[in-house]
């Protein structure tokens, strides 16, 4: 059975956010000063479906995400190096640390 993007990226949105909360949220490091706006479970998000369609190239997929799917995630950092880098998340190798944009 094939889902639409919409439906995909929702559910695995969910089921990877009630899981940050409830357990995920421990294993990241606090970051002091303003929120980001494109959260954890996102970014989680993103790299889920990402996995699961066999994408391998980070930045292409990123472009593809905001080209088709900005809607869906109006947070989307624009940096060339994708939200990796600005989040900072680093939930067991899902998504890698780095600088805040």
């Known amino acids: 059975m094939d889902l639409p993007y919409d439906m995909l990226f929702t559910l695995v949105y969910?089921?990877?956010?009630?899981?940050y909360q409830q357990e995920g949220r421990h294993l990241v490091r606090s970051r002091p000063g303003v929120k980001p706006r494109f959260s954890d479970s996102e970014v989680l998000t993103l790299e889920v479906v990402r996995d699961l369609e066999g994408q391998t190239k980070e930045r292409r997929w990123y472009r593809t995400v905001r080209a088709n799917w900005r809607t869906l995630f109006p947070g989307l950092p624009c940096c060339t190096n994708g939200p990796r880098a600005c989040t900072g998340c680093w939930i067991a190798g899902a998504a890698g640390c780095g600088t805040n944009c």
């Open 14 to 19: 969910v089921l990877v956010d009630d899981w």
